[in-house]
């Protein structure tokens, strides 16, 4: 005979949202991934570093690469900054499987951690694995996956590649402007990828609408205990 399980109404969430909300969270995580990497070999492949490709007026295919965070930036040492990358993602998806059962977590912050999740995996794999199965040619050379000399890089040492590109608009400052007078002013310079474009919706949703629970697994087990009195 098949024993009755029990469990808080309260607290857990019933076992077919329960099911429902981590198959959400794991489908984000895997299609987020699977279209930045499927984006950044066919940039790579098919693009020499820095072509620029003009879509519409508004918005390019630019192949750049960097060795630092989301945007271009470059923060401190390369492998201590994929070493961060690396137990940060860890640490997101070990607080995802932790929280997911909880009915006082809403799904929208689930949603918000897997995208800053799956963003960082995907910038990731750039860092661990391109170094090693791309080669990285001179322009207009196109790189080429699996090279018989190898790659540019070791391990852990990858450059990740970048290549949407938004210059929405442009002005002039005006003359008489302190210390920007005469120069032009591009909006949006940044190039960046899918993964970054991930983290930060995520993050940005999640500080407009989630940032109370942003609280410890136990934490939040503690406020559904509180709500439930």
């Known amino acids: 005979m098949r024993p009755h399980i029990m469990f808080n109404h309260h607290l857990i969430t019933p076992p077919t949202a329960m099911r429902s909300r981590g198959f959400i969270a794991a489908v984000i995580i895997a299609v987020v991934i699977i279209i930045d990497q499927l984006l950044k070999i066919w940039i790579k492949t098919h693009f020499y570093l820095g072509e620029d490709v003009e879509i519409f007026p508004w918005f390019h295919l ?31 998806i070990w607080y995802i499987v932790k929280i997911y059962r909880l009915r006082t ?7 918000c951690l897997s995208l800053i999740a799956a963003g960082a995996a995907g910038n990731i794999f750039d860092c661990v694995f391109y170094g090693v199965i791309f080669d990285n040619p001179y322009p207009p050379m196109l790189a080429t996956m699996f090279p018989e000399g190898g790659g540019y890089a070791p391990w852990l040492m990858g450059r990740v590649v970048d290549m949407l590109y938004f210059p929405l608009f442009s002005f002039t400052w005006p003359g008489w402007m302190p210390w920007v007078g005469g120069e032009e002013f591009l909006f949006f310079h940044p190039v ?4 970054d474009a991930a983290i930060s919706c995520g993050i940005f949703v999640l500080i407009i609408f989630y940032h109370r629970y942003i609280q410890s697994p136990s934490a939040l087990a503690a406020l559904g205990n509180t709500q439930a009195r």
């Open 62 to 92: 630019l192949f750049i690469e960097n060795n630092g965070m989301a945007f271009g930036m470059t923060i401190g040492s390369k492998l201590l900054l994929t070493l961060f990358r690396i137990a940060a993602v860890t640490f997101l």
């Open 192 to 195: 960046f990828n899918l993964a």
């Open 105 to 111: 977590v809403p799904t929208g912050y689930l949603v």
